[in-house]
C-alpha cells in the first residue's frame, strides 16, 4: 500500500500513542507506616481459624493467608481483608462445620484490621490513582464524529471490537491499538472528511405531483395532463382547492424550499383571474384570517381550513400549450400537513374561471449543503481565505482536542489546506484533507491529560478541560458540549460541577448511561446471541428479545431522567411494557387497564405495540430482578439456573462475588447420571460435596427465590412435574420465601447496594480499576448518596467530585 509521508507521521504518532498505552502508569499509594499494628491475637485467629483450609498448599478459593504477619501485610492484601469482614460479619465464615471463634474474639480481630485500615484511610495522604491514557472506544468515537462533525452514520461499526476490563470496554489498560484498527482510522477519517464536506455542491431537486393526483380525488378524477377546477362543481374532488402533501413534497421546518404551480385559466371574463397557494396543518406558526380564507372558493375548502395564504397572483395564461409557473418561498415553516392551490372569488357580478392544474410542485432545499458542511466551513466572509482557513481549523481543532489548540498545531493542519489550493483544487476539498488529518491524530483518538503540574508532590485536580471532557464521556459518552468548554475557558467549571452534573442528564444524550453503563453493568449484551431452547420457550423469539432490552432501558432512563432513587432498581411500582410483554408476563389487564385511562385522561392515542409506564401491584414485577432480560441473560438453553442467578446478585447488586468453582468438579449436567429429581433436589445433592458447599450456600438460597420464573422470564407454578420451592435460608441464617423476600433483604442492606453501584460506575466513569486506596472515596460516594435519599443524580454527583475523577496523583503518591 502506498502511504504518503503525512499518512506515516500519523501511522508513527498513533504507535508513539500505543506505547505510552501499553507502558502506562500502574497504582500505587504510600500509607503512613506509623499506626496500629496486626496483633498477635490477630494473627493467632488466623492461625485457629482460617489457616486450615486457606494455607500456602491448594488454599481454597484460591486464598492463602499464612503471609499475613504486620500491618504492612494487611495493607497490601487489603481486597482479601474486605471480603474476609463481609464474610465473618454474615456467619458465612468460618463454615458451619469447623471451629468458630467467640464473639469477643471475632470483635477483637473485626477491630484489629479496621483500625489498620482506618488509620491508612485517615492519616495517609490521598492517593487518587493513574488512569492509562485511553483511546476512544467505538461507541465513544461515534459520539464524537456526530457531535463535532455532525456525522450522521455509525463510522466505527467495522472497527475490531473492543476488549473488556473489569466489567467494561472503556478501561485504559485494555483499549490497545492494532495494526488494522490503524487502518480502520484511516479509511474512517477519509469516509467521514467526504460526507460531512461536499466539493461540488448538487443542484436543488425538484419533486413534481401530476394534478390528477393532487387530493382531494377517487376514481372519477380526470385524466389527462391538466386537471380542471370548476369551483361551480357540487363535488369537492371537481370544485377544488386541489392541494399535494407537505410530505410528498419535502416541505420542513429545517429547510428553505419553493412551492410552485403549473396552470391556466378558462374564462369569458376580460378581467385578471386570481389564485392563491397555500399551505394547511395543525399547530402552523400562524393562520390567515377567517376574513381572507373567504375570499377562497370551491367545496373541497372546509376541509382544508385552517390555513395560511402564502402568495396571490394573477393568472395570464389562457392556453394548455404555454400554461403559467406561479411561485412562493416557503422558509422553515413548521407542520406543514397539505399545499394547495385555490381560485380566488372574482369581482362581484362576475363568472368564476376554471381553472387547468398541470402539476404542483417543490424545489429545495434551496442550499444543498449538508449541515455538516456548513457548521464546519461557517466563516467571516470579510477574510482572506487563508484567514478563513485559520478561522475554521482554530474552532474545529479546539473542539477536537478537547482543548486549546496550539497554534503550531492549527499550522500543521492549515497547510493541508494551503497547499490543496495551491495545486489548484477547490478550498473544500482542502478542508477535507485537514479534517482527514485531524481525525488521524491522537490527540483526537486518545484522551490525553497532560500534567500542568508534573512536578508537584502532592494529589491535585486535573485542569479544567480535562475534567470536561471526563464528565462528557462519563455522562455522554461523547466529547464536550459549548457549555462546558465555555466553562472551562473560564475556569468556572469546578465551582458549578453540581449543576452541570445535573443538566447533563437531563439532556437526551444522557441516555449514554443507560446504554453504556448499564447495559454492560447489568450483563445484558449476553441477551444479543443468548437461544433459548424454542422447543421449550416457543414464545421467545427475536421481537421478544428486543422487548425485554426496550423494558429495561426506559425502566432505567426513568431514573435518570426523573432522578429517582436508586433502589427503583431492587423493587418498584411501576414498569415499561406493551402489549406483547405484558402477556408475555400474565398481566395484560394491567397494561390494557393503563392505556385506557390515558386515553380518559385526554393523552395520546397508544397503539398495542406501544410502550407505556404501568403502575405494578405485585411483588412479582418491578424492579430489575424480575424483568426478563435479567431472569433470560442468568438461564440457561433449556432451563432456569439459580446458581447463575444467585451468583448474579451477589456480584452486580451486592459486590461481593463467590470465589471461582474449585478445579475438577463437575457441572450438573455433567452428573446426570448420579443425581435425580427436581432441580432443587439434584442441586442440593451436586452440594453436599464440601467443595462446593460453601460458595452454594451464598448463591443457592438467592437463585431459588426465583424459581417461580422460567428460564425466558415467565411466572410459572411448576417446573415439569414437580412443584416450586422457593424457599431458602442465607449465610446469615435468615429464611427466605421468594422474590417478595428477597427484594426486602436487598433494601435492607440498601448500603451494600449503593457501595456496589457505586464501585461499579466510579469504575466506569475513571477507567480503570478500583483498588483498596480508593475505599475513602467510595466511602464519601456511599455516604452522600444516603444523605440525599439515594438519588440517582447524587450518585453521579458524588462520583465527579470525587478525588479518583477530579485529581491526578503527585510524585509522592508515584510508585
Request: glycine share 6%; aromatic share 8%; charged share 25%.
Amino acid at each position: 500500500m502506498f502511504v504518503t509521508p503525512t499518512w506515516d507521521r500519523c501511522f508513527r504518532a498513533l504507535g508513539l500513542t500505543l506505547i505510552v498505552c501499553l507502558f502506562g502508569l500502574t497504582c500505587g499509594s504510600n500509607a503512613d507506616a506509623a499506626g496500629p499494628e496486626f496483633t498477635p491475637a490477630s494473627v493467632t485467629f488466623l492461625t485457629k481459624y482460617c489457616i486450615k483450609c486457606h494455607a500456602a498448599d491448594m488454599p481454597k478459593a484460591g486464598l492463602s493467608l499464612h503471609t499475613f504477619k504486620d500491618a504492612a501485610a494487611v495493607l497490601k492484601g487489603r481486597k482479601h481483608f474486605d471480603s474476609m469482614i463481609d464474610m465473618i460479619e454474615s456467619g458465612e465464615m468460618p463454615p458451619e462445620k469447623h471451629p468458630r471463634p467467640t464473639a469477643d474474639e471475632q470483635a477483637a480481630f473485626l477491630k484489629s484490621v479496621r483500625a489498620i485500615f482506618e488509620h491508612a484511610d485517615t492519616s495517609g495522604k490521598p492517593d487518587p490513582g493513574s488512569v492509562t491514557i485511553r483511546r476512544l472506544n467505538r461507541t465513544e468515537y461515534n459520539n464524537t464524529v456526530r457531535d463535532l462533525l455532525l456525522a450522521d452514520f455509525a463510522p466505527a461499526e467495522d472497527f475490531p471490537a473492543d476488549d473488556v476490563g473489569h466489567g467494561f470496554d472503556n478501561i485504559g489498560d485494555v483499549l490497545t491499538v492494532s495494526p488494522i484498527l490503524m487502518e480502520r482510522y484511516l479509511a474512517a477519517a477519509e469516509t467521514i472528511a467526504n460526507r460531512v464536506i461536499l466539493v461540488d455542491i448538487p443542484k436543488p431537486s425538484k419533486r413534481y405531483l401530476s394534478g390528477r393526483y393532487l387530493q382531494p380525488n377517487n376514481a372519477q378524477t380526470p385524466q389527462g395532463r391538466f386537471r380542471p377546477m370548476d369551483v361551480t362543481a357540487k363535488e369537492p374532488f371537481n370544485s377544488g382547492p386541489f392541494a399535494a402533501t407537505g410530505d410528498y413534497l419535502k416541505l420542513t421546518a429545517d429547510a428553505e424550499l419553493i412551492l410552485r404551480a403549473n396552470l391556466y385559466a378558462e374564462t369569458k371574463s376580460q378581467k385578471p383571474v386570481k389564485v392563491a397557494l397555500f399551505i394547511t396543518g395543525k399547530d402552523l406558526p400562524e393562520y390567515s384570517s377567517d376574513a381572507e380564507v373567504d375570499q377562497l372558493l370551491g367545496a373541497a375548502l372546509p376541509q382544508m381550513r385552517p390555513l395560511k395564504i402564502l402568495g396571490t397572483f394573477e393568472i395570464t395564461a389562457r392556453d394548455a400549450k404555454k400554461p403559467q409557473s406561479i411561485e412562493v418561498p416557503v422558509n422553515r415553516i413548521r407542520n406543514i400537513n397539505r399545499a394547495g392551490v385555490a381560485l380566488i372569488k372574482p369581482a362581484e357580478g362576475e363568472e368564476p374561471a376554471k381553472l387547468h392544474i398541470e402539476h404542483i410542485s417543490s424545489e429545495g432545499p434551496l442550499d444543498t449543503r449538508p449541515a455538516s458542511h456548513r457548521m464546519l466551513l461557517a466563516c467571516s466572509s470579510e477574510k482572506s481565505q487563508p484567514e478563513q482557513t485559520r478561522e475554521v481549523i482554530t474552532r474545529l481543532a479546539n473542539r477536537a482536542y478537547r482543548r486549546p489548540a496550539t497554534k503550531n498545531e492549527i499550522e500543521a493542519l492549515a497547510k493541508f489546506v494551503d497547499q490543496a489550493v495551491a495545486d489548484g483544487q477547490k478550498w473544500e476539498a482542502g478542508m477535507r484533507l485537514a479534517v482527514t488529518a485531524l481525525l488521524c491524530s491522537p490527540k483526537f483518538l486518545f484522551r490525553v491529560e497532560l500534567d500542568n503540574r508534573p512536578d508537584s508532590v502532592d494529589a491535585h485536580p486535573i485542569d479544567e478541560f480535562q475534567l470536561a471532557s471526563r464528565l462528557s464521556y462519563f455522562i455522554w459518552s461523547s466529547m464536550p458540549d459549548d457549555e462546558l468548554f465555555a466553562l472551562a475557558k473560564q475556569g468556572q467549571l469546578t465551582k458549578n460541577l453540581d449543576a452541570q452534573v445535573r443538566r447533563m442528564l437531563k439532556d437526551p444524550k444522557a441516555t449514554a448511561l443507560v446504554d453504556n453503563f448499564a447495559m454492560q453493568w447489568l450483563q445484558l449484551g449476553k441477551l444479543q446471541t443468548l437461544s433459548p431452547d424454542p422447543q421449550l420457550f416457543p414464545s421467545y423469539n427475536e421481537k421478544l428479545r428486543q422487548l425485554m432490552m426496550t423494558e429495561t432501558k426506559l425502566f432505567l432512563s426513568e431514573i435518570v431522567r426523573e432522578d429517582r432513587s436508586v433502589l427503583d432498581m431492587i423493587q418498584s411500582d411501576y414498569t415499561y411494557l406493551n402489549e406483547q410483554l405484558a402477556k408475555h408476563y400474565g398481566i395484560s389487564d394491567l397494561f390494557r387497564k393503563q392505556v385506557a385511562e390515558l386515553a380518559k385522561q385526554g393523552g395520546p392515542q397508544l397503539k398495542f405495540t406501544d410502550f407505556t409506564r404501568v403502575p405494578l401491584k405485585s411483588a412479582d414485577r418491578g424492579g430489575l430482578l424480575t424483568q426478563a432480560s435479567v431472569l433470560t441473560v442468568t438461564s440457561n438453553p433449556t432451563r432456569t439456573s439459580p446458581v447463575k442467578r444467585g451468583r448474579w446478585v451477589l456480584e452486580q447488586i451486592l459486590g461481593t462475588p463467590p470465589p471461582p468453582p474449585p478445579p475438577n468438579v463437575p457441572e450438573l449436567e455433567q452428573q446426570k447420571d448420579q443425581l435425580t429429581g427436581s432441580l432443587r433436589q439434584r442441586m442440593e445433592q451436586h452440594r453436599k460435596n464440601p467443595a462446593c458447599a460453601n460458595c452454594h450456600a451464598r448463591m443457592d438460597a438467592i437463585g431459588f427465590a426465583f424459581e417461580n420464573y422460567d428460564a425466558v422470564g415467565a411466572l410459572r407454578k411448576k417446573d415439569g412435574e414437580y412443584d416450586i420451592e422457593t424457599s431458602g435460608t442465607l449465610p446469615d441464617g435468615r429464611n427466605i420465601q421468594g422474590v417478595a423476600d428477597l427484594k426486602q433483604v436487598l433494601i435492607e442492606k440498601k448500603e451494600l447496594f449503593a457501595r456496589s453501584l457505586a464501585e461499579k460506575m466510579t469504575t466506569y466513569a475513571v477507567g480503570r480499576g478500583l483498588e483498596y486506596y480508593d475505599k475513602r472515596a467510595i466511602d464519601r460516594i456511599v455516604s452522600g448518596v444516603a444523605q440525599d435519599d439515594f438519588k440517582f443524580s447524587r450518585l453521579v454527583i458524588e462520583i465527579a467530585k470525587s478525588d479518583p475523577f477530579r485529581m491526578r496523583r503527585g510524585k509522592e503518591n508515584s510508585p
